[in-house]
């Protein structure tokens, strides 16, 4: 129980360069408290104390607002940053090193009995706001955005970001882990300079149409250099300024 509770002290220290004395940690720190009662509630669970399990878990989400059903599973060394609003499932897991910010929801999607929440491997990074649904399995390693809402299982390692939750490209997830491994993690899971995989090929589109305009102007004018003037005149266009559909879309 002391040895767990001192490696959830060192997580803060390592994780959050705002705690400055374990005192402060151990009476202000809302995610130690949660993962406190969340042990107690589970050891009622596992008793079969279901009655006394959900209380206990009711009390943590009245003191700290976090919310854990006693049925799930948190690993060591997990750290819930700030912590409001974070909701964790009955049958979800949550692997060993794993750091969840506030407003995080590990949820269902089935009303149905059984496995239905989501399963996160170590050392996972879940991004303040995100939303994880269903029993899918997010691999170890991997980060989940701010806002990002997870519907479909994410590889270990990777990136996803975005509405629904898309994997970001190699040489960005290549970026990504360059960053953690000069800060030992990556806090809200994404960096300022990773782009949305939707947004790249919005950019890509705006960039061929842009150039195919160029190819056709051209070829106008060179029919025209021949002699060869088009049957009836080009119908009047809005104009197309790439630059600024480039712009609006970051």
Known sequence: MFDQLREDIAVVFERDPAARSVFEVLTTYPGIHAILLH?????????????????????GRWATGIEIHPGAHIGRRVFIDHGMGVVIGETAEVGDDCTLYHQVTLGG?????????????KGVVVGAGAKILGPLTVG???KIGSNAV??????????AVGIPARILTSAATEEATTAVKKLGFAAYAISADMNDPMVKVVHGLIDHSATMDERINWIVEQLKVLGVEPATPAPKRDEFDPAYLNKIVD
Not at 45 to 59: E, N, S
């Open 140 to 142: 170890e390693g991997a």
């Open 39 to 59: 042990r107690l509630s589970s050891r009622f669970w596992r008793w079969g104390w279901k009655w006394l399990a959900r209380f206990t878990a009711y009390f």
């Open 150 to 159: 997870v519907v479909k299982d994410v590889p270990a390692g990777a990136t």
């Open 109 to 121: 999607t089935s009303w149905n009995k059984g496995k239905r929440h989501p399963t996160l491997g």
